[in-house]
């Protein structure tokens, strides 16, 4: 049975929700949500770690498979947008080469989340600078 207390969550869980639809596009809520890569991982090929200019750091961890990431995972202490930024951006780099990875612009991360609010785009920025360090730390 319900508690007046376990409403009371469910009621503010909705409403948190709902005034998100009304700022982020449904990609940026799933990959908040439910990331994707999110953890350390240990013995990785390849670590960046950026701390940005809102406070918020972001760590990538690159495992190689051959030529190509098999593997991407990141840590962030950042906002919703930060962790979707950091899901979308492993999900993405997943299969490629680290020159091809090493192309990839804050610009490509926004679209593949369909845009953030100008106050969130140094979130995509932050992921990408942190996925360079990633690959930086391989040469």
Known sequence: MATDFDRLVEELQRQVLEDARAVYSD????????????GRMPEP?????????????????????GGRIGEASFMTDGCGPSI?????L???V???????????????????????????????ELAVSTL????????
């Open 27 to 38: 990609k940026v809520i799933e990959a908040f949500y439910n990331p994707k890569n999110l």
């Open 45 to 65: 090929d390849g670590k960046g770690v950026v701390k940005g200019g809102c406070g918020d750091t972001m760590e990538i961890y690159l495992r190689l498979d």
């Open 84 to 88: 979707a930024c950091g899901s979308t």
């Open 90 to 92: 492993t999900t993405m």
């Open 94 to 124: 997943q299969g490629m080469s680290l020159d091809e990875a090493g192309e990839i612009r804050p610009e490509d991360l926004l679209q593949a989340l369909d845009g953030l609010p100008e106050e969130s785009v140094h979130c995509a």
């Open 132 to 139: 360079r360090e990633a690959i930086a730390s391989r040469a």
